[in-house]
């Protein structure tokens, strides 16, 4: 971090409230829009429960599409948010601090998103979802199957959201009393009952440090065992071949991380494009999180390479054939190398050069490009898998989402943006505490002719 | 002394000072050192022994070679895995790690030991013309039939000198302190291994790239080398055992026990070795909280595995559950478990024991053990199934196999060698990093701020 600008606590407040004291000319068209867009999936979701999932592509063999891609997609970039915030917290890197907030939100609408995705969307008869939780017939006390993935799935989900919902409100209670402050009528009252009496004595400080670094650690676990359980939904099986591997779980949850923070990246270029904040999210920021994503993205390439290594290792005929099909068949096969060129082969070259590493513009073109490749990566793993001609397997379709998915699909990402939009409203999206202590602890030290930026410790 | 690392407190010392006290410990060592060595070495002639009553077997019966690739194994996992140590945290330019980076980079001299105990493993190894189930496709592709041992032998070969190199690199602008302050025989010696250092910045950056590129070029071959060897000398051997897991588990298993053992050299080197200037809580805790990391992760790459077989149930995965873990070498899964996992998670949580000297090193002392188990359990089961007539699915559950004299005199002569030719690498080598410490001197100031005083650390790009 060799960029440092010195900035008061005034301007760093007047910065950063921007876009919650003021409305900019675009907001209400882009809520609008996205708005439209949200409802339009509703509508189409309306469809499908009046007229049953005979609407959608999913027939015998494949019964799970896009939903379930869409699902594991969401359940990926919600890992944004713990990697970037939790992780880095407890690591102390400095370089953190503008970054968190909207990693945590992010996972926060990306996790309502695979709510929607999976057990709203794609049960098809989403009121009987109680069932999954609650015992069928109390009186007769026939209880739910735990040993089914599906029900560690709502639990491991419902969790996660609970804890980074607790994540994102604790982070925010100090700039809530900011805003507070500022604020008059109806609006101070909310934010004054948002921000529980906060007044900054050391007391409050020492207690949301402490919060902060607990959840960081407590979360952790529950990271690990969300997408862990999500991949074990597919791995515990034994009928399609290549489920049916024990790397799923960290390799689900190494690509998690690199989708995830791949989109805190656009996401961070979308706020500079968008607010202005260059003078928080700098160059340094885009080239310590490209470094990162060159790690993280390698590890994801050798947990593929393992997995595909022991497809081959197996050496049977059923786990040939899945492959022969992902890899060789038409449109699979396109689709297969568009996911290793999108996911790895075009990014991560590019991040070895600090000037992309650097730039807004390569950094959101690659960002973006990772989740293409990692969406057709889960796309790749769910639907060629279900449509594989097995044993006791006598319907040989083939799955082409149909409309009513397309939309509920546009429908999720719709849902993301229009919740980043409205947050964004009311809340500030750059931590203004965060910024102003990493401010405080900035320091500098001259060794010769150069100068070192440096932090205070304790 | 207090060189100002402690809690970043206290008297700062000078560059010339550092030089000189810790040049100084490297000269005197006392009878202790000595007699140690001498004991390590007897030992080591030991392991001589048992090697050459185990030869009496020959390689062709492969179930007694069993604890000799465990020996291996374990060295590798454990001695091989430190110098990541050094690695990792010096590319994320953590203060922290500069009085134990050599600790671990010296490490790097086990593999020597470490290769030469590879080679009757390699040929201890059946051929694949026994049908069993390998990566190589033999029968399929033009493969030779000793295709795993050739390439597990290049890689390991590749891992030592890589290692080798990294340490020589690292210790340059040690050699050239020791150049400048010896005579005769030794400043030749030093002079040659010093290479003309005498610290111009392009020096300095022509050693800052080297160490990164040979890091990374490090960990991919200790990876490279945890894939090919748990592939073609555990995984192989028992039919039905398909884990695209496990590989990574042994890695990750490396790194564990490679944070574990230099716990242990740094305590020694505390200690015993008059190091308590360099060496104090900062270290300990930092490489604490790595463990505990580490021991957290162990549970879930086990798990991991465990949960796709148990639920899959398989015949072929039940069978392989029944050898590895809950069958004849379930006391061993036990013991494992609990100091690899239960331990750490149990004893870690707790803060005092966390932020203490003691706590960590006791804690890396049972993950030891767990690691020396765990390999055990590993490669004496997969070497007692080799001779299994169906390469496919293991329909007889071998008995667990005990060791005899022989495996004993291997294990403690091995482990004796290893501990002997580290010792005898600090003997040339400094274990505590001189540059790196002189350096820091530069990173770190302490200045007033508001009524107290903090401690300020750069950190350059």
């Given at each position: 971090m060799q960029e440092h600008v010195q900035l008061t606590q005034k301007q760093i407040n007047d910065d950063l409230l921007s876009s919650v004291l003021h409305t900019p000319r675009w907001w209400w068209p882009a809520v609008i829009v996205t708005g439209i867009i949200f409802l339009t999936g509703m509508g189409a979701f309306g469809y499908m429960l009046n007229?049953?999932?005979?609407?959608?592509?999913?027939n015998r063999p494949v019964f799970w599409g896009a939903y379930m891609v869409n699902f594991v997609f969401f359940i990926g970039i919600s890992h944004a948010g713990i990697m970037i915030s939790a992780i880095l917290r407890l690591t102390q890197a400095e370089w953190r601090r503008p970054v968190t907030r909207a990693a945590e939100v992010l996972t926060v609408f990306s996790l309502m998103s695979a709510l929607m995705a999976a057990p709203?969307?794609?049960?098809?008869?989403?009121?009987?979802?109680d069932l999954w939780v609650f015992p069928y017939d109390f009186a007769r006390g026939?209880?739910?199957?735990?040993?089914s993935p599906f029900i560690w799935d709502p639990s491991a989900v419902m969790t996660y959201l609970t804890a980074s919902s607790l994540f994102v409100f604790i982070a925010l209670i100090p700039d809530l009393a900011v805003i507070r402050d500022r604020a008059s009528g109806y609006t101070r009252k909310f934010y004054a009952l948002m921000a529980?009496?906060?007044?900054?004595t050391p007391r409050q400080w020492k207690l949301q440090a402490i919060a902060g670094i607990l959840l960081s650690a407590l979360v952790l676990p529950v990271f690990v065992s969300v997408h862990s359980i999500v991949s074990w939904d597919f791995a515990?099986?034994?009928?399609?071949?290549?489920?049916?591997?024990?790397?799923?779980a960290p390799y689900f949850i190494i690509g998690a991380i690199h989708s995830g923070v791949s989109a805190v990246a656009t996401l961070m270029v979308i706020m500079v494009w968008v607010w202005g904040w260059d003078k928080y999210l700098k160059p340094d920021h885009l080239d310590a999180i490209g470094r990162l994503l060159i790690i993280v993205a390698t590890t994801w390439f050798f947990f593929f390479f393992l997995e595909w290594v022991f497809a081959l290792y197996t050496l049977e005929d059923a786990e040939l054939a899945m492959r022969d099909l992902q890899v060789f068949q038409w449109p699979w096969s396109g689709l297969f190398i568009l996911f290793l060129v999108t996911a790895y082969f075009i990014p991560v070259p590019m991040w070895l050069f600090k000037s992309i590493r650097r730039s807004y513009f390569w950094m959101f073109v690659t960002t973006i490009l990772v989740n293409i490749g990692m969406w057709l990566e889960r796309f790749l793993i769910i639907v060629p898998g279900t449509m594989?001609?097995?044993?006791?397997?006598?319907?040989w379709g083939s799955y082409h989402p149909s409309i009513i998915e397309i939309l509920m699909v546009i429908m999720t990402f719709a849902w993301v943006v229009l919740g980043m939009l409205v947050f964004t409203k009311l809340f500030p999206l750059i931590p203004l505490f965060d910024i102003k202590e990493g401010m405080v602890g900035r320091d500098e030290i001259r060794i010769g002719r150069r100068i070192v930026p440096a932090s205070i410790r304790e | 002394m207090n060189n100002g690392a402690h809690n970043g407190h206290g008297a700062l010392m000078t560059p010339k000072a550092v030089e000189d006290d810790l040049l100084d410990k490297g000269r005197l060592r006392g009878s202790t050192f000595r007699i140690a060595v001498i004991v390590f070495a007897v030992l080591s002639v030991l392991g001589v022994v048992g090697f050459v009553i185990r030869l009496?077997?020959?390689?062709?019966?492969?179930?007694?070679w069993g604890y000799h690739a465990a020996l291996f194994a374990f060295i590798l996992t454990a001695a091989q895995g430190a110098p990541m140590v050094a690695i990792a945290p010096r590319i994320a330019n953590a203060h922290w790690r500069r009085s134990i980076s050599r600790v671990a980079e010296l490490?790097?001299?086990v593999g020597i030991v470490s290769f030469v105990i590879y080679i009757p493993v390699a040929w201890a190894l059946p051929s694949m013309e026994d049908g069993r189930r390998t990566l190589w496709f033999y029968g399929e592709l033009?493969?030779?039939?000793h295709m795993p041992e050739i390439t597990t032998t290049l890689v390991l070969l590749a891992l030592t000198v890589n290692g080798l190199w990294l340490l020589w690199v690292s210790a340059m602008p040690d050699f050239a302190m020791l150049r400048d302050r010896s005579t005769g025989k030794k400043k030749v010696w030093f002079s040659r291994l010093a290479r003309?250092?005498?610290?111009t910045s392009g020096q300095w950056n022509w050693q800052k790239h080297r160490l990164g590129i040979l890091g990374a070029f490090y960990f991919m071959m200790l990876v490279t080398a945890h894939f090919a060897f748990s592939l073609d000398?555990?995984?192989?051997?028992?039919?039905?055992?398909?884990?695209?897991?496990y590989p990574a588990t042994h890695a990750h298993n490396s790194l564990q026990a490679g944070v574990a053992i230099t716990l242990i050299t740094m305590y020694v080197l505390y200690r015993f070795g008059g190091y308590k200037d360099y060496i104090n809580l900062d270290q300990f805790w930092g490489l604490g909280k790595l463990l505990f990391s580490l021991s957290l992760l162990w549970f879930w790459f086990w798990f991991s595995s465990f949960i796709i077989f148990w639920f899959g149930a398989k015949p072929s995965e039940e069978a392989v559950l029944d050898l590895l873990?809950?069958?004849?070498y379930l006391p061993i899964f036990f013991i494992v478990f609990t100091f690899a996992f239960l331990v750490p998670l149990w004893a870690m949580i707790w803060n005092p024991l966390r932020k203490s000297v003691w706590g960590p090193v006791t804690i890396a002392c049972g993950v030891l053990i767990a690691t020396l188990f765990d390999r055990i359990r590993v490669y004496v089961a997969a070497f007692s199934v080799?001779?299994?007539?169906n390469k496919h699915l293991m329909v007889e559950i071998p008995g667990a196999v005990l060791p005899d004299v022989a495996d004993v005199l291997i294990w403690v002569g091995g482990i004796s060698a290893c501990i002997l030719i580290y010792m005898l690498g600090t003997r040339i080598i400094p274990p505590i990093n001189i540059w790196e410490q002189k350096e820091v001197l530069l990173y770190r100031i302490h200045k007033p701020f508001h009524r107290t005083e903090v401690q300020v650390l750069g950190k350059p790009e």
């Open positions: 007229q049953g999932v005979g609407v959608t592509g999913l709203l969307v794609h049960v098809g008869r989403p009121w009987r979802a026939i209880w739910i199957n735990i040993r529980m009496g906060w007044r900054g515990v099986q034994i009928a399609p071949e290549a489920w049916h591997s024990t790397i799923f594989r001609r097995g044993e006791f397997i006598f319907d | 009496a077997d020959g390689f062709g019966n492969t179930p007694v490490f790097s001299l033009n493969m030779p039939a003309g250092w005498v610290g000398f555990g995984m192989s051997l028992v039919p039905g055992w398909i884990d695209a897991l873990f809950v069958g004849p080799s001779e299994s007539t």
